[in-house]
């Protein structure tokens, strides 16, 4: 119980006012891989378990929240190597990672079975990386569980890091746009703190929230179109080619929200 760094159960969906204000708003996500002969079903009944911790954890003032996504009918890109995500939320990088001494002593007098779940979880499942990330843009909460939620990360260069962080921002008045039409419900940007690396998955993460699939199919076409030159100045020729020049794509993944602080 001294060291639960390899369990973390978080939250994507989680927006400022989580937080007091003008405080940044850091997650640790952790990444989980089914161990082979086991399902889904069995890690989510273990999280089930940890929710207790991870809601104890919280009521100290350690986290924000938390929650766990699972992938919507694998729907994935190539790349994804994971089976579903969990995350933490905190507006302190030095307490997100925190299980006091004394809180699990009290946890394992409540239910002992405690002594077991992290053996148990280790049979079942494994983390295969974690990421420390910093939101750095958000359109607000839409409050809604049921979301399906499209987890782009995105893969950039060393000289267009600053230049892609800058065009984002620029972005998220684009995706206001899109909620406002009824297209998506939030989105979200991300950077990644720590590990940093020019190889693997990428630098930055994106979250986007829509009320269900048939969503994805929405022609937002004449949005983008507006908004590039109403917010940036660019033809939508311009606009395609900055988006080309700055990043890629490389994993893609639909997720949704199974176990949280939100029920």
């Given at each position: 119980?001294?060291?639960?760094?390899?369990?973390?159960?978080?939250?994507?969906?989680?927006?400022?006012?989580?937080?007091?204000?003008?405080?940044?708003?850091?997650?640790?996500?952790?990444?989980?891989?089914?161990?082979?002969?086991?399902?889904?079903?069995?890690?989510?009944?273990l999280?089930?378990?940890w929710?207790?911790?991870?809601?104890?954890?919280?009521?100290?003032?350690?986290?924000?929240?938390?929650?766990?996504?699972?992938?919507?009918?694998?729907?994935?890109?190539?790349?994804?190597?994971?089976?579903?995500?969990?995350?933490?939320?905190?507006?302190d990088?030095?307490?997100?990672?925190?299980?006091?001494a004394?809180?699990?002593?009290?946890?394992?007098?409540?239910?002992?079975?405690?002594?077991?779940?992290?053996?148990?979880?280790?049979?079942v499942?494994?983390?295969?990386?974690?990421?420390?990330?910093?939101?750095?843009e958000?359109t607000?909460?839409?409050?809604?569980?049921?979301?399906v939620?499209?987890?782009?990360?995105?893969?950039?260069?060393?000289?267009?890091?600053?230049?892609?962080?800058d065009?984002?921002?620029q972005?998220?008045?684009?995706?206001?746009?899109?909620?406002?039409?009824?297209?998506?419900?939030?989105?979200?940007f991300?950077?990644?703190?720590?590990?940093?690396?020019?190889?693997?998955?990428?630098?930055?993460?994106?979250?986007?929230?829509?009320k269900?699939?048939?969503?994805l199919?929405?022609?937002?076409?004449?949005?983008?179109?507006?908004?590039?030159?109403?917010?940036?100045?660019?033809?939508?020729?311009?606009?395609?080619?900055?988006?080309?020049?700055?990043?890629?794509?490389?994993?893609?993944?639909?997720?949704?929200?199974?176990?949280?602080?939100?029920?």
């Amino acid at each position: 119980m001294k060291k639960l760094t390899l369990l973390f159960i978080a939250i994507f969906a989680i927006t400022a006012s989580t937080f007091a204000q003008n405080k940044p708003i850091y997650i640790n996500i952790a990444f989980h891989k089914l161990k082979p002969g086991h399902t889904i079903d069995e890690a989510m009944a273990l999280e089930k378990r940890w929710k207790v911790i991870h809601q104890k954890r919280k009521s100290l003032g350690l986290i924000g929240a938390w929650a766990v996504y699972t992938i919507v009918n694998e729907y994935k890109s190539e790349s994804v190597d994971y089976d579903y995500v969990s995350m933490n939320a905190s507006d302190d990088l030095n307490k997100i990672t925190q299980y006091p001494a004394d809180m699990a002593a009290g946890l394992l007098k409540e239910d002992p079975s405690f002594y077991t779940l992290m053996d148990d979880t280790e049979k079942v499942q494994s983390v295969i990386r974690n990421k420390i990330t910093k939101v750095l843009e958000t359109t607000g909460s839409s409050n809604d569980l049921n979301s399906v939620i499209l987890m782009e990360m995105m893969q950039v260069t060393q000289q267009n890091y600053f230049a892609y962080m800058d065009f984002e921002r620029q972005v998220k008045a684009i995706q206001l746009d899109r909620i406002k039409a009824g297209n998506i419900q939030e989105w979200a940007f991300s950077q990644h703190l720590a590990p940093i690396s020019y190889e693997g998955p990428g630098q930055f993460t994106t979250l986007t929230f829509f009320k269900d699939l048939s969503k994805l199919d929405f022609d937002a076409s004449s949005i983008y179109i507006n908004g590039a030159k109403k917010y940036m100045n660019l033809t939508p020729e311009q606009f395609t080619k900055k988006v080309g020049d700055l990043r890629i794509i490389n994993q893609s993944v639909l997720l949704k929200y199974a176990e949280g602080s939100f029920n």
